[in-house]
């Protein structure tokens, strides 16, 4: 039997991705030093697994866009974790670290389950959430979904449901335990080295291991406010011209580019700052009540505007319909290409 599973549950843009390319890296390192970190990079297909198909029944939409049933969605997620197992025991690790982002958002009761699973094949788990102040979790939230072609700058789906995690924590403390639960700050004063990676090594007590694991890039880097006015500008393009013309590229067609424009820090709209910080005071008074997580308040506002460096609207606009023409041709060619090579 395994000494320590770590189940990592997020939250999402607490740098999950970073925790996930470090542990998928160092793979083979972190196996010869008793840590398992099974395939895939994120563990996605085992928080599949407790999807009770409430919110969109009938099939699930795996990351790779293949659509599943909820019953093959099970079978995937119990293969996984048997291969998991298996290969913890074949190399003897003392702890197994499963990581996805995508547990959270699945129900206490779904969360409990796969904690009472993990506790037939270790003697400890430990179930590990990061939390971030709702405002600076709100604008990460909001640009990953505009840099994802999922909203613009002016209609976006109401996202206030994402930054409410603290009454969900306070379910899964009881029942699991509260001593099975490990809610830290997402904040660099509060991080070991004021990093993510190393502040998660940090609380397994593996800090022995953190002078041999390569790093790789940064990821998930920030949009400007330059890029992101790109960005809004291509989405409302598809969303003007609804199902018209499924082929006009969202934001995420480019979004690797529209990241690599520098500019002037982007923050949301002035209305969603204000609406996330309304939110933020209740949760920052029960993280506190509840976990004794105390988060610095963080001020989002918008910049002035710098001289050189801003985009008139007009130019924008003429740049995303540049950007989707060159798009539409770059895809005609090159299936032009693939009927030519037939």
């Known amino acids: ?47 599949a697994a407790f999807t009770d198909g409430v919110k969109s029944p009938g099939t ?21 974790l048997s291969n998991a197992i298996e290969l913890a025991s074949k190399r003897k690790s003392r702890q197994l670290v499963i990581s996805s982002e995508f547990f959270f958002p699945e129900s206490p009761a779904s969360i409990a389950n796969a904690f009472e699973l993990l506790k037939q094949q270790a003697e400890s788990v430990k179930i590990l959430c990061y939390v ?3 405002v600076a979790r709100g604008a990460s939230v909001f640009q990953q979904r505009l840099k994802m072609g999922k909203i613009t700058l002016e209609s976006y789906a109401d996202l206030s449901e994402q930054l409410v995690v603290a009454d969900k924590l306070l379910k899964i403390s009881e029942a699991i335990g509260r001593e099975n639960l490990i809610v ?22 593996r800090s022995d291991v953190l002078n041999h694991l ?18 809004n500008a291509l989405n409302e393009l598809v969303l ?30 002035a209305h969603f700052v204000e609406e996330s910080r309304k939110i933020a005071r209740d949760e920052l008074f029960k993280l506190k009540e509840y976990f004794g997580v105390v988060l610095p308040d963080v001020q989002e506002t918008q910049p002035d505007a710098i001289p050189g460096h801003s985009f008139s609207t007009d130019a924008v606009k003429d740049i995303a319909i540049i950007l989707n023409q060159l798009h539409l041709e770059n895809d005609r060619l090159r299936k032009a290409n693939a009927n030519s090579d037939k």
Not at 60 to 80: C, H, I, M, T
Not at 214 to 230: D, F, H, P, Q, Y
């Open 184 to 205: 830290a700050a997402f904040d660099r004063h509060q991080m070991l080295n004021g990093d993510v990676v190393d502040d998660f090594f940090g609380l397994m007590g």
């Open 240 to 269: 003007n011209c609804g199902e018209a013309e499924p082929t006009i590229p969202r934001a995420s067609k480019i979004q690797h580019s529209l990241m690599k424009i520098g500019g002037s820090k982007f923050i949301p709209p």
């Open 60 to 80: 699930l939409r795996l990351q790779e866009n293949k659509k599943v049933s909820y019953g093959e969605a099970r079978e995937l997620g119990q293969r996984f």
């Open 132 to 134: 971030r102040h709702p």
């Open 214 to 231: 390569e790093r790789g890039l940064k990821t998930n880097e920030s949009l400007s406010r330059e890029a992101a006015t790109i960005a």
């Open 1 to 47: 039997m395994i000494d320590e599973c770590v189940l990592h549950i997020g939250t999402g843009k607490t740098g999950t991705t970073s925790i996930q390319k470090v542990f998928s890296r160092n793979r083979r390192y972190l196996l010869d030093h008793g840590i398992c970190y099974p395939n895939p990079e994120n563990h996605w297909v085992w928080a």
